[in-house]
């Protein structure tokens, strides 16, 4: 475990996967808690992936990831790739 804290620690940013999966265990909400300790209002560093979820799932989950912004799996991995980029390459202006 101190191998992903280290990881977490050091990571800029977070892809989360939010999934059935995700939301069933306990370990990611620890990983999770670590990333949303890391934010301030003016540096984002929680990417959410919506994966076979509802906005209703999140909501139910996490009150903090039901406010922001995700990218679905649902239009495909070409998207989720796509928005991810554009987020990054954003960040950099």
Same mark, same amino acid.
């Given at each position: 475990?101190?191998?992903q !804290? /280290?990881?977490?620690?050091?990571?800029?940013y977070?892809i989360?996967n939010?999934?059935?999966h995700f939301?069933?265990? =306990?370990?990611?909400? *620890? =990983?999770? !808690?670590?990333?949303v300790a *890391? =934010?301030t209002?003016? *540096?984002?560093v929680?990417?959410?992936?919506? /994966?076979?979820?509802?906005?209703e799932? @999140?909501e *139910?989950?996490?009150s903090?990831?039901?406010d922001?912004?995700?990218?679905?799996?649902?239009?495909?991995l !070409?998207?989720?790739i796509? =928005? @991810?980029?554009?987020?990054?390459?954003?960040?950099?202006q």
């Open positions: 475990m101190k191998v !804290d /280290h990881g977490l620690s050091q990571s800029k977070g989360v939010l999934s059935p939301f069933a265990k =306990e370990w990611p909400q *620890r =990983e999770l !808690d670590g990333l *890391r =934010e209002s003016s *540096r984002k929680i990417l959410p992936v919506w /994966h076979n979820v509802t906005q799932d @999140i *139910r989950f996490s903090i990831l039901a922001r912004l995700g990218v679905s799996t649902t239009g495909g !070409d998207i989720v796509q =928005e @991810i980029f554009l987020f990054l390459f954003s960040e950099q």
